[in-house]
């Protein structure tokens, strides 16, 4: 079709849209987009012969296979359309406001048939990689010659189908700007909202059915933001608007009228929760930094959020929070229930909340649908009295302490210890006026003859203790602090169940769902990692968490398995061939030379085969530089720079430099990541076009370069007795069948680093290997795209960049 219909249909000095230039890059893009145009509709283009084949989705896609979506086939749009957002004036063609909606890449399903063909057929299939869009869908044209332009979208019954109602406009954020949308019913921003509570739980788990996230020790905040200013007030409805004026002021800057809820902290230095903190803050003195942790959406643009899933809440949340020094996002963890809670309770966190992914928000509610688990040395009881000391200087002996159980309040415990004379003072003030004759339960027994004051059971302390008696009382509890933030709300439950304390270690074995499959974990507290001390579940819940970024770098490419059953300290071995594997796991045979058979290599194609390795030792994942699809012909070439013992990571980062200007020299962009270990790996994108022998030869070319600029640091010598003190410039790992460590796999090195790729700029004196570690790499992610998917992109013109090198 060409771009003329295009070209004629428009006018480019009264358009915003690009022009009508042909793109022959053939990235296999995609982009739906939003239009709302005479009639609201969404637009498939996808990347092909030069231009973007299109097509107008008037109900937009579906990710239910049982949805037969319309798609009415329109004229081809130029490739810069990839990334186009604008309003289209009026009196133009298509006038009317133009969003992204989502953007990937896309597979043919059958690379051995010619895609070009297949639309000419009018029967597309394909893979769609996008962030709302994903698998497999067929887009194919009515047979009826009177609407040959009237399209099917439908959806694969896959991994990422879903079998719900399924409408564009739920996943969109603009969507909840405009009038016409299903949901309107919004909030009274003028008016106080209370925040939903979570119930107490009893044991942490593990449920695909539920989210967790990090319980941080803060005030709990609301923030109404409208046309007409920001309030910020606590769950008590007290204004914040002052004492946190930072957050207010990144609040205020928001383009969008919302209510939102999340928990105000102040964060030390290792970026943990500082409550004192908080309870004393002042702008100019106070140390550390004030965030605004934001888990919910109650209200956006005029409609409230309150009915839909929790999940969907959090989607639009993500995409509506801004980068800002005082607002984040408070992502979450999906199944691991308990692999969060023992890591927040290693980092030193509060505890976890677990919230069931599909709950609604109920305001003004405690809920069983969020539940929430504290470190079990630290709890929060009720002040239900105090005894009288025997010292006339000092106020009370010790607090009556109580929690509420199955409704009732009953007796916990006293606690005489950790007041200092400031406290002791503060405490008795506010005792005076919650005095009160009737007792709040019967406990003759332990008071020993002690004397006791009876208090209205309001007030809120957080104490530590020991353990729990066989009578359920605290043993040696110790004051910590009065929870001001905090008051009683005695009609079912209270702060906490002593029965939530009584933890007990995971279960040995279990069986996870990941991608409708069930996954079989095995030992998930062996130990792995000696110092810092984690565990095969510490490994899982990293690669869950990172699966999103790693399996690109794995799917349809054969595995070599190096496994560490017994954790880094324990025996390791290499395994390429499998028999006996589950029936889900895919494989693909290729033919040994060396051992003059076939091979049986795993392919880590989804979350699930991902996990499964794991769960075989896999710290470290090595996938093949090609895919199943053309195994000869790699995707990348790597440069690895490899140190020797005497060299130090300043050297090996000098030598990364060098090779940065030699490819700048040679207009390739080249892309850099830790090994994880001691080195650098250097990443050149080779998109299938050339052969492992020419990808070598090509690599083997640049390290002569480098070796010719730092001849006195760097050799090609492959022989370890030979090398010396200098860093080996390895190109020989371009060969069929080798790996090396993916990017962002763990490595079975100490601290549990990570081999994490890198933008240039922080390749400079003072990088530490140790900077990223299966603890650090999955914030590090949250804050920026990809650095990497460069390499799975377009190849370089290896011809044009030998002749740069010869010019220079």
Known sequence: ???????????????????????????????????????????????????????????????????????????????????????????????????????????????????????????????????????????????????KDQWLLIKHDDQFATNLNYDAEDFNLEAFSNNDHHNASPLNLKSFVKPMLASPGTKIFNDKNWIYELKYDGYRALANIESGGVELYSRNGISLNDKFKSVYMDLADLEHTAILDGEIVVLDANGLPQFNALQNYDEATTKGILVYYIFDLLHLNGHDTLELPLLDRKQLLKELIPDTPHLQYCDHVEAMGITVYDQAISMGMEGVIAKKASSKYDTNARSSEWLKFKKIENTETIICGYTLSTTKSRKFASLILGMVEDGVLVYVGTCGSGFSEQQITALYHKFEVLKTVEPAFEIRQHLKGREAVWLIPKLVCEVKFSEWTPASVMRHPVFLRLREDKALEFETSGPTSKSAIRQKSPDAEFSLEVDQIQVSITNPDKLYWPNPKLTKFDLLDYYIKMSEYILPYLKDRPESLHRHPNGILGDSFYQKDHENLPKWIETVAIQSKSSEKEINYLLCQNQASLLYMNNLGCIELHPWHSTIYQLDKPDYAIIDLDPSAENTFEQVIETALIAKDILDSAKIKGFCKTSGASGLHIYIPMGGLYTYEEARDFTKLLCVYINEALPNLTTLERSLKKRGPKIYLDYLQNRKGQTIASA???????????????????????????????????????????????????????????DLLMEN
Do not use: C
């Open 1 to 147: 079709m060409g771009l003329e219909e295009y070209r004629k249909k428009r006018s480019f000095q009264d358009t915003p849209e690009p022009k009508d230039i042909l793109d022959d890059d053939n990235k296999f893009r995609f982009v739906i987009q939003r239009h709302r145009a005479s009639h609201l509709h969404y637009d498939l283009r996808l990347e092909m012969e030069g231009v973007l084949k299109s097509w107008a989705v008037p109900k937009g896609p579906s990710m239910n296979p049982k949805d037969k979506r319309l798609a009415v086939h329109t004229e081809d749009h130029p490739v810069a359309y990839l990334t186009f957002e604008g309003v289209i004036p009026k009196g133009n063609y298509g006038a009317g406001k133009m969003t992204v909606w989502d953007t990937g890449y896309y597979q043919n399903l059958y690379p051995e048939q010619n895609l070009s063909s297949d639309y000419a057929d009018g029967k597309l299939k394909i893979t769609i990689h996008g962030k709302k869009v994903k698998g497999i869908f067929t887009l194919v044209r009515s047979s009826s010659m009177n609407k």
């Open 744 to 802: 962002y796999s763990v490595r079975p090195e100490k601290y549990a680093t990570v081999s994490t790729p890198l933008r240039w700029s922080e390749v400079k004196s003072g990088l530490e290997v140790t900077d990223f570690t299966i603890q650090t790499v999955p914030n590090r992610v949250l804050t920026q795209d990809d650095l990497f998917k460069g390499i799975l992109g377009a190849g370089i013109n290896m011809e044009k960049a030998i």
